[in-house]
């Protein structure tokens, strides 16, 4: 879970430090009502948002023993924010679909050149191989990581980017389980993402 958290705050922080005066990017609409607060976690374990379309997230033998393909997605909102500049999904079996949009392919391209090497310099371990993936069918650079932090945890990170529907995101699928082909990504992210 730390390793989730700190990626995310890596990615958020390129985003904040590395694109200020850029036009403004396109976000999920979250069709909201005023908000009385200055930041509000949205949730759902029924359906997530994502470049524009929305996904049923699976619900089938969800109840009891957290199930492993059972899955939540969240995001959080600024007073008067409107759309969902990222999003984030955590399933029951330790894996998770993390994106976060910009203004443009090029910004969302550094960040993937980018965070593969903050996150070496946090690790004990680290190794990094190139590969190629399927969003929405077309095909795009990966890096697969494995890592194990300084407690002697190994997890598994595909961080990829693209474009669909006029967004521009950066994308991370993470695992605790080896990533080898797309049957180790979670069925309902196969949808979006696949190895090739």
């Known amino acids: 879970m730390r390793l989730l ?7 958020l922080y390129a985003s904040c430090t590395g694109h200020r005066g850029q036009a ?3 976000g999920d609409s979250l069709s909201s009502r005023v908000y009385d607060t200055t930041s509000i976690e949205i949730s759902s374990k029924v359906y997530f948002p994502f470049c524009g379309t929305v ?3 699976p619900r089938e033998n969800c109840n009891g023993n957290l199930p492993p393909n059972c899955c939540a ?3 959080s909102l600024q007073k008067g924010q409107k759309t969902a500049s990222w999003g984030y999904v955590t399933c029951y079996n330790g894996s998770s679909f993390t994106w976060q949009y910009n203004s443009s392919m090029e910004s969302v391209r550094n960040s993937f050149e980018d965070i593969p090497r903050q996150i070496k310099n946090q690790q004990k ?3 990094q191989k190139k590969i190629k993936v399927l969003i929405y069918g077309i095909e795009t650079d990966a ?4 890592q ?12 990829t980017y693209g474009s669909h529907n006029g967004f521009y995101f950066y994308l991370e699928y993470h695992s605790m389980n080896k990533i080898v082909s797309s049957e180790d990504i979670q069925p309902v992210f196969r949808q979006i993402l ?3």
Do not use: M
């Open 55 to 57: 996904y049923d997230l």
């Open 143 to 146: 890096y697969l990581i494995e």
């Open 125 to 127: 371990s680290f190794s």
């Open 5 to 11: 958290i700190v990626s995310f705050c890596i990615i």
């Open 148 to 159: 194990e932090t300084f407690k002697d945890d190994t997890s598994y990170l595909l961080t």
């Open 194 to 196: 696949q190895i090739k």
């Open 24 to 26: 403004s990017f396109k």
């Open 73 to 75: 997605y969240s995001t």
